[in-house]
T-cell receptor, first 112, second 114 residues
Framework: GENVEQHPSTLSVQEGDSAVIKCTYS??????FPWYKQELGKGPQLIID?????GEKKDQRIAVTLNKTAKHFSLHITETQPEDSAVYFC???????????FGKGTRLSVIA | GAGVSQSPSNKVTEKGKDVELRCDPI?????LYWYRQSLGQGLEFLIY????????KSGLPSDRFSAERTGGSVSTLTIQRTQQEDSAVYLC????????????FGPGTRLTVT
């Protein structure tokens, strides 16, 4: 089955700097890659996603890139703000009615 | 509109007791998922319901865990004879038919087994 690895497990950046979180997956059939943000005491919230027919997607300060050949995808946050501090999870899923397979998460701290 | 809701938000129970956790999905969402999040870990899939199809139970860790979904809406996750290792946050998510990937999560139930 699918296995998703996520790095780093913790990341601290200065406010205004960029943050990059990387994930790799094992199943070449996976074709959907969402990113979730989880704030303390809340459920994960979908912030951006990418499908296998796209190499990059951007939404304001957040961007995701996908390299299907290497089977890895990354989340990029530019101009970080304190409110970006949270745990971020990547996930992968194969086409069809299958559950998401999550990475173990990255705790991002943005220092003002 | 209303999102996914879960109750209770917190549950403390003694080892050996049974517990029931409830999930109300977003109205109109036909797919419903249960995940477990242990401290410092990612989300572990437990069970998945899609419409009237038989549920995918492949993620349930033992036969002490079961779930049902009544009327295609509300779901209840039951853990029998709870153990300390069951302590975790239990998250429910739902999605629309045709978009099984875009899952929306509830706030979770934090279960503590003493």
């Amino acid at each position: 089955g699918e296995n998703v690895e996520q790095h780093p497990s913790t990341l601290s950046v200065q406010e205004g700097d960029s943050a990059v979180i990387k994930c790799t997956y094992s199943d070449s059939a996976s074709n959907y890659f969402p990113w979730y943000k989880q704030e303390l005491g809340k459920g994960p919230q979908l912030i951006i996603d990418i499908r296998s027919n796209v190499g990059e997607k951007k939404d304001q300060r957040i961007a995701v890139t996908l390299n299907k050949t290497a089977k890895h995808f990354s989340l990029h946050i530019t101009e970080t703000q304190p409110e970006d501090s949270a745990v971020y999870f990547c996930a992968a899923v194969v086409s069809g009615n299958t559950p998401l397979v999550f990475g173990k998460g990255t705790r991002l701290s943005v220092i003002a | 509109g209303a999102g996914v809701s879960q109750s209770p938000s917190n549950k403390v129970t003694e080892k050996g007791k049974d517990v029931e956790l409830r999930c109300d999905p977003i109205s109109g969402h036909t797919a419903l998922y249960w995940y477990r999040q242990s401290l410092g870990q990612g989300l572990e899939f437990l069970i998945y319901f899609q419409g009237n199809s038989a549920p995918d139970k492949s993620g349930l860790p033992s036969d002490r865990f079961s779930a049902e979904r009544t009327g295609g809406s509300v779901s209840t996750l039951t853990i029998q004879r709870t153990q300390q290792e069951d302590s975790a946050v239990y998250l429910c998510a739902s999605s629309l038919a045709g978009t099984p990937y875009e899952q929306y999560f509830g706030p979770g139930t934090r279960l503590t087994v003493t």
